[in-house]
């Protein structure tokens, strides 16, 4: 499973950069950028943002491009010339870099993130699928730390400092 976290990193990222199509396509051009999925739950609903999460620094594209695209390059980095790490660590990271990834995509394609899941029963951000790539191996990576209590992943440096 060395290289699986390759696969998962582009399937993530073509399902997130398909979906966004999809939503500009179809739901935006066709649906006037809004669609009811399940009434009251969820729907679908095109929201082009200029920000980060939340439209938090909205405006501040220079500066979102930039440090998306440190922090993109230094997780692929890590994956790339880590290699003792858990396969559990190694697939959070892929879907982080992915949905990081997708969302620079969108800046540098169109000056914002398309965004388009919007949960109705409650007051909640707009978000996307690279959004979702990213909590959930920011998830996966917690609780893979949490359970092997980090100890494989540092294992190498802890012993490398001490000698």
């Known amino acids: 499973m060395k290289r699986g976290w390759i696969a998962l ?3 993530a990222l073509a399902a997130d950069q398909l979906a966004k199509l999809w939503a500009r396509e179809v739901l935006l051009a066709q649906h006037g950028g809004a669609l009811a999925l399940w009434p009251g739950v969820v729907g679908w609903r095109f929201a082009d943002n200029a920000g980060a ?4 620094l909205a405006g501040q594209k220079w500066f979102l491009i930039a440090a998306s695209s440190v922090l993109v390059v230094a997780v692929l ?3 790339i010339f880590r290699r003792d790490m858990p396969s559990s660590l190694r697939a959070g990271l892929a879907l982080i870099a992915a949905g990081g990834i997708g969302n620079l995509i969108d800046r540098l394609r169109f000056g914002y993130v398309v965004d388009f899941i919007e949960f109705q ?4 951000a707009i978000f996307n699928f690279a959004d979702i790539c990213i909590t959930f191996g920011v998830g996966i990576v ?3 730390m949490l359970v092997t209590g980090g100890e494989r992943v540092g294992r190498k440096h802890l012993s490398s400092r001490t000698e």
């Open 9 to 11: 990193l582009v399937a």
């Open 53 to 56: 999460a939340f439209s938090a």
């Open 142 to 144: 917690i609780i893979g």
């Open 121 to 124: 029963f409650m007051r909640f």
């Open 77 to 79: 980095a890590y994956l």
